[in-house]
Structures are given as C-alpha cells and as structure tokens.
C-alpha cells in the first residue's frame, strides 16, 4: 500500500492549491479516503473525508466552502482543492485510508506536502 501526495508549494494569502494524492497496492475505488494537516507545535487536523464512491464528503468547519475533496477511482487519485488560503492554513497535508489486509485493517498515509501560505 502506497500513498504519495503531491502539489504542496508557497502560495500568496487568498490564492489556491490543488494537491493529488495518487495511490497504490489496493483496491483505491473500495476504500474512503481522509485528507488532514499538521503545522508545526500543533494538533493534526482532519481537512476531509470521501467515500470510496465520492458520492459523500465532509469537511470541518475550517475547511467548508474554501475545500473541496474529490477522486477519479479509474487514476486511483484523490484531490483537494484549497481555495482562499490563509496563513493559518500552512502545514503538511497528508492522505490517508484504512485499508483491509487480510483480517486487519490498518491506516496508510503518505509522505505529505508542504503547503505554505504567505506574504
């Protein structure tokens, strides 16, 4: 199982970034997928979640009309896209997905992305 994001880069306040999160290793279209953040000397916060199909997401309150998560199960590729960024919103954004492996399930994430939001 493998998931690598990419995307993360220096951005101006009120700009946008798209980040991909491409996997690989499972059945990606089986499985929700969670995208969420950690900045420095901070908790990791939950950015968003899709269903395996992508029929359903949910975002945190910080993150509702300025994210929106997505995937094309045929790239086995999910994406966020981050609009009105604000410095606050600097960290390294991670994928993530609880996969089924045999009888266990265990969480995968990727290496992350930096995403720096300044002036």
């Known amino acids: 199982v493998q998931l690598v994001e990419s995307g993360g880069g220096l951005v101006l306040p009120g700009g946008s970034l798209r980040l991909s999160c491409l996997a690989s290793?499972?059945?990606?279209?089986?499985?929700?997928l969670n995208w969420y953040r950690q900045a420095p000397g901070k908790e990791r916060e939950l950015v968003a979640i899709i269903s395996h199909g992508g029929s359903t997401t949910n975002y945190p309150d910080f993150a509702k009309g300025r994210f929106t998560v997505s995937r094309d199960n045929a790239k086995n590729t999910a994406y966020l896209q981050m609009n009105s960024l604000k410095p606050d919103d600097t960290a390294v954004y991670y994928c993530?997905?609880?996969?089924?492996?045999?009888?266990?399930?265990?969480?995968?994430r990727g290496p992350g992305t930096q995403v720096t939001v300044s002036a």
């Open positions: 290793g499972f059945t990606f279209s089986n499985y929700a």
């Open positions: 993530s997905a609880v996969v089924l492996q045999g009888s266990d399930w265990s969480p995968y």
